[in-house]
T-cell receptor, first 118, second 115 residues
Framework: AQKVTQAQTEISVVEKEDVTLDCVYETRDTTYYLFWYKQPPSGELVFLIRRNSFDEQNEISGRYSWNFQKSTSSFNFTITASQVVDSAVYFCALSEAHGIYAGNMLTFGGGTRLMVKP | DTGVSQNPRHKITKRGQNVTFRCDPISEHNRLYWYRQTLGQGPEFLTYFQNEAQLEKSRLLSDRFSAERPKGSFSTLEIQRTEQGDSAMYLC?????????????FGQGTRLTVV
């Protein structure tokens, strides 16, 4: 069975601070995908990143960066110089990488609510 | 195309009533997913369609729930004899192509409140 744990239920920071959102996962699959989604108050889940389990290279996209460590089953997400518009709930998710469900049937964590104060 | 569209956005119903939600995926997306999200939790998978075929159903989808995707385009999710525990956000997602390189796009959801 797959499981995703986001231990931080709520984080509050002041604008321009850096913040890291933790994600730990469990799976018996040897290949899998990891995701991060953002859910603003409007409710729509916004895709941020997908990472293949074979690719442990860290990724940076603007103020966002992701640290994938297979050895500790973690896929952490860092926002540098946070802004008020970053306030949202962030979800980490996991999916299998083979078969008809590959990449889209997601197991989500419980989410981390990030509040960025001006 | 403006993305995945879900209607209605909000639904309040009395316990025991039937409700139906609609999801219009992104045009030509052959894969469609329904998820349920309760307050303070992450979304949970309910069911998956590839074209018109329903290929997977979660154990969360009790016999009071039924989903259809006639002609492989829009999908409906019906809940019969609603219970207070059905109160949740129902999210629809779609993705296209036969490979795994297309991520799922989510709609804004239908929030159901059973009173």
């Amino acid at each position: 069975a797959q499981k995703v744990t986001q231990a931080q239920t709520e984080i509050s920071v002041v604008e321009k601070e850096d913040v890291t959102l933790d994600c730990v996962y469990e799976t018996r699959d040897t290949t899998y995908y990891l995701f991060w989604y953002k859910q603003p108050p409007s409710g729509e889940l916004v895709f941020l990143i997908r990472r293949n389990s074979f690719d442990e290279q860290n990724e940076i996209s603007g103020r966002y960066s992701w640290n994938f460590q297979k050895s500790t089953s973690s896929f952490n997400f860092t926002i540098t110089a946070s802004q008020v518009v970053d306030s949202a709930v962030y979800f980490c998710a996991l999916s299998e990488a083979h078969g008809i469900y590959a990449g889209n049937m997601l197991t989500f964590g419980g989410g981390t609510r990030l509040m960025v104060k001006p | 195309d403006t993305g995945v569209s879900q209607n209605p956005r909000h639904k309040i119903t009395k316990r025991g009533q039937n409700v139906t939600f609609r999801c219009d995926p992104i045009s030509e997306h052959n894969r469609l997913y329904w998820y349920r999200q309760t307050l303070g939790q992450g979304p949970e998978f309910l069911t998956y369609f590839q074209n018109e075929a329903q290929l997977e159903k979660s154990r969360l989808l009790s016999d009071r729930f039924s989903a259809e995707r006639p002609k492989g385009s829009f999908s409906t999710l019906e809940i019969q004899r609603t219970e207070q525990g059905d109160s949740a956000m129902y999210l629809c997602a779609s993705s296209g192509g036969t490979g795994v390189n297309t991520e799922a796009f989510f709609g804004q959801g239908t929030r159901l409140t059973v009173v």
